[in-house]
C-alpha cells in the first residue's frame, strides 16, 4: 500500500510538472518531462557519470568526516557532562554560521576540493550530534542500574546499553545528513577551484541556458540524495532491524 501511494505521489508530480510545462508557467523556463529525459539520454553517461561520481565522492567524504566528529563528541558529551554547554554552542554555531560565506575563506587556504568535503560535513555535524546525544540519553534506565549492579562502569553502560539505546536517533539523523551532504557537496562545487561535479555542471548548464540540462542535473543531484538516503535506510535495516520497527 506504501509502494503505491509512493507511485501515486510520483504520478502526481509528473502530471503537474507536465501542466506547468505545457501551460508555459515561469516564462517556459520549465521544460515538459519527456523533454529533459531525452536530453539526459543524449548527453549519457559521459556528461553524467563522472560529474555523479565525483560530487558523490566529495559528499561520502564529507559524511563521513561530519558524523564521525558529531558521533564523537556526543558521546564525549555524555562521558565528560561539564563539556557539553561547549560542545552544544559549537553544534549550533554550525548551524547557524552562513556556510557560503566560509567556503571562500576555506577555498582561499586549502584550494581543490576541500571546500567540497567541508561543506558537506558541516551539513551533517548539527543533526548527528543533536540525534546521538539525545539517542544516548534516551537509554532504560533499570538497564543502566543492571549493568551497574554487576560492577559495571562508565564504559561498560556506554557500549551495552546507551550506545544500542542511541541507534534509532542516529540513524534517524543520519537519513537525514545523508542529503545534507550532497547539498553541501554540491554548494561547495559552486564556489569554483574545480573543474567537474554536478555543481560545475550545473553552473555551465545555467550559463548556456541550457534549460533542459539544467533541469537534467537537479534531477541528478536529487537522485544522488535520495540514493545516499535510500543507503543509510538500508545500513539501518542491517545493523539494527528494530529501528526500522520502531519507525513503523
Known amino acids: 500500500m506504501k509502494r503505491f501511494g509512493g507511485l501515486l505521489g510520483v504520478a502526481g508530480l509528473l502530471g ?30 559521459a556528461l553524467y ?11 561520502l567524504l564529507g559524511f563521513a568526516w561530519g558524523n564521525a566528529l558529531a558521533i564523537g563528541l556526543a558521546v564525549l558529551v555524555l562521558l565528560v557532562p561539564p563539556i557539553e554547554s561547549l ?3 559549537l553544534a ?13 575563506i576555506i577555498l582561499v587556504v586549502f584550494g581543490g576540493r576541500t571546500p567540497t568535503v567541508f561543506l558537506a560535513a558541516m551539513y551533517c555535524f548539527f543533526t548527528t ?13 533499570a538497564s543502566l542500574d543492571l549493568v551497574r549492579a554487576y560492577g559495571g562502569g562508565r564504559w561498560q553502560r556506554l557500549y551495552r546499553v546507551q550506545v544500542i539505546a542511541a541507534l534509532p536517533n542516529t540513524f534517524a ?15 561547495g562545487e559552486y564556489l569554483g577551484g574545480v573543474d567537474s561535479g554536478i555543481g560545475v555542471a550545473l553552473t555551465a548548464a545555467q550559463t548556456a541556458y541550457n534549460v533542459p540540462r539544467t533541469w ?14 535510500a543507503l543509510v535506510a538500508g545500513l539501518a535495516r542491517v545493523v539494527a532491524p528494530w529501528t526500522t520497527a520502531e519507525a513503523r
Do not use: E, H
Not at 510545462?21 to 543524449?42: E, H, L, N, S
Not at 557519470?49 to 559528499?59: C, K, L, V, W, Y
Not at 537534467?216 to 538516503?229: E, I
Open 129 to 141: 550530534m543533536v540525534g546521538t546525544v539525545a539517542g544516548l540519553r534516551s537509554a532504560d534506565a
Open 16 to 45: 503537474a510538472w507536465a501542466l506547468l510545462a505545457a501551460f508555459g508557467v515561469a516564462g517556459g523556463t520549465i521544460p515538459a518531462p519527456w523533454r529533459v529525459a531525452q536530453t539526459m539520454y543524449a548527453d549519457g553517461w
Open 216 to 229: 537534467g542535473m537537479a534531477l541528478a543531484a536529487a537522485a544522488l540524495a535520495g540514493l545516499g538516503y
Open 173 to 187: 539523523a543520519l537519513k537525514i545528513a545523508a542529503p545534507s551532504a550532497v547539498l553541501g557537496a554540491i554548494l
Open 87 to 89: 560542545a552544544t554552542q
Open 92 to 104: 549550533i554555531l554550525s548551524y547557524c554560521t552562513p556556510l557560503l560565506a566560509l567556503g571562500p
Open 49 to 59: 557519470g563522472p560529474n555523479f561520481t565525483i560530487t558523490a565522492r566529495g559528499a
